[in-house]
């Protein structure tokens, strides 16, 4: 049953070319690659320190966290909206739930398949894009291309994470679409121009310096102070997504 | 019939992914491929016979200029070495006191590179010196025209036979 929900929510109508349009905007965006030095060893009188290093270390995706943020936010929500929004499939919740589809199912294939669609189209590009950074590299020795992919990942993420949640919020507790869409936009903007720390202002521009300068496999210690700066959004958003999973539940479908 | 409306969805949907990418990739072209940038100065400072050694790598794209300054007392010298990782290219370059060089790896990729520094074994009391790198480098994006057009040109020919395989529609 789940399944066959999930599969109609992610792959039917016109949705998927949403997940098209994030592709497309990623790839677009990070194609500039950034080269860099590191030191592996240094001898002096009194002091000895060496690392490894991997030449795929050497090379990194120039990525704008903030810019892709600002383009990133109105599509994620519009793909929630077009997702969950009670207005726009007002018909086709009525047939879900006289044909048995529970609530509880509906919500988690519908949240799936945002969360699907979004990370789909960031790893295939995150893939092209490392790919393409250096070719001769890649042909020799593939999976040295990809060294810092995980971290990258674990960025991205934590960026899409709050826009879900927000977004999911938003769309589930405006019953018209045209609120759902704009309100948060507005919210977010508004409070960013207003310098008031907003949503979209304190999570990616302030975990981003601490990947900027640094180039090869991170160190335990900074990723997991990258975690705990993450962390506020990441229970923020869990809260949102938990508070639009009961809005969702309660509501009357007639 | 449905087989064949299934596979012009297939063709539909791979096209428009290959497009999709070949376009992004193309748009690469009009972005700033730059890199590069200027470390502070090294301060090296060092005992008579004393010497500092240190070895690393560096990623540079097709077209780079590397110049290196050195600022040491006239009674300390250096020694540099470059050499491209899986390649024949070598450079080397050794001196005293104040000095600058510049350096133009011939292809883009991973260089390794040693400095040494000696400090003279008659020199009195401790040496100081500097050393600054300036690098400029940066990529002709000519290969993101070729596979940016070669991604977009297969794809519109996914697009083009899955509209062939769609068929006319029967208008009653």
Not at chain 2, 11 to 28: K, S
Not at chain 2, 112 to 126: F, I, M, P, R, Y
Request: charge should be positive; aromatic fraction near 16%; charged fraction near 15%.
């Amino acid at each position: 049953m789940f399944l066959s929900v999930f599969r109609w929510e992610f792959l039917s109508g016109r949705r998927f070319y949403l997940v098209f349009l994030i592709y497309f905007l990623v790839l677009f965006s990070s194609g500039t690659f950034t080269s860099e030095s590191w030191t592996v060893e240094v001898k002096y009188p009194d002091y000895v320190s060496k690392e490894f290093l991997t030449p795929g270390s050497m090379i990194d995706v120039w990525w704008n966290a903030s810019s892709l943020w600002w383009f990133l936010f109105p599509l994620v929500t519009a793909y929630a909206v077009f997702m969950i929004s009670y207005e726009f499939d007002k018909g086709i919740l009525r047939t879900y739930l006289l044909s048995n589809v529970g609530k509880r199912t509906l919500f988690s294939a519908k949240l799936l398949s945002i969360l699907l669609g979004l990370l789909i189209p960031l790893v295939a590009s995150l893939l092209i894009v490392y790919a393409l950074a250096d070719l001769m590299l890649f042909s020799s020795t593939p999976l040295e291309v990809y060294v810092n992919l995980p971290r990258r990942l674990l960025m991205y993420t934590s960026m899409l994470y709050p826009m879900i949640g927000i977004a999911t919020l938003c769309s589930v507790a405006f019953r018209k679409p045209l609120y759902a869409f704009a309100v948060p936009l507005a919210g977010v903007y508004v409070l960013n121009m207003a310098r008031l720390t907003g949503i979209s202002a304190y999570i990616p521009p302030q975990c981003y310096p601490e990947f900027q300068g640094s180039i090869g496999l991170m160190p335990i210690g900074w990723f997991l102070n990258e975690l705990s700066m993450v962390l506020p959004t990441v229970v923020t958003s869990s809260i949102a997504i938990v508070a639009a999973y009961l809005i969702f539940i309660r509501r009357d479908m007639t | 019939m449905h087989g064949r409306k299934n596979a012009a969805k297939v063709l539909w949907f791979v096209g428009l992914f290959l497009v999709v990418t070949g376009v992004a990739i193309f748009t690469w072209l009009f972005q700033s491929l730059g890199g590069g940038g200027s470390s502070g100065p090294i301060l090296v400072e060092l005992n008579p016979g004393e010497s500092i050694y240190r070895r690393g790598y560096s990623y540079y794209r097709d077209i780079t200029d590397l110049t290196i300054v050195t600022a040491l007392h006239p009674q300390m010298s250096y020694n540099f070495n470059m050499t491209k990782v899986g390649g024949t290219w070598t450079f080397n370059k050794s001196g005293a006191g104040h000095d600058t060089f510049s350096v133009k790896p011939p292809i883009r990729g991973v260089y390794e590179w040693t400095w040494l520094v000696h400090a003279g074994n008659d020199a009195s009391g401790k040496l100081k010196g500097n050393v600054m790198e300036t690098v400029n480098t940066w990529g002709s994006g000519e290969s993101f025209v070729f596979i940016g057009l070669g991604f977009a040109i297969s794809g519109l020919a996914f697009l083009l036979s899955s509209f062939l395989l769609r068929g006319v529609k029967r208008v009653p």
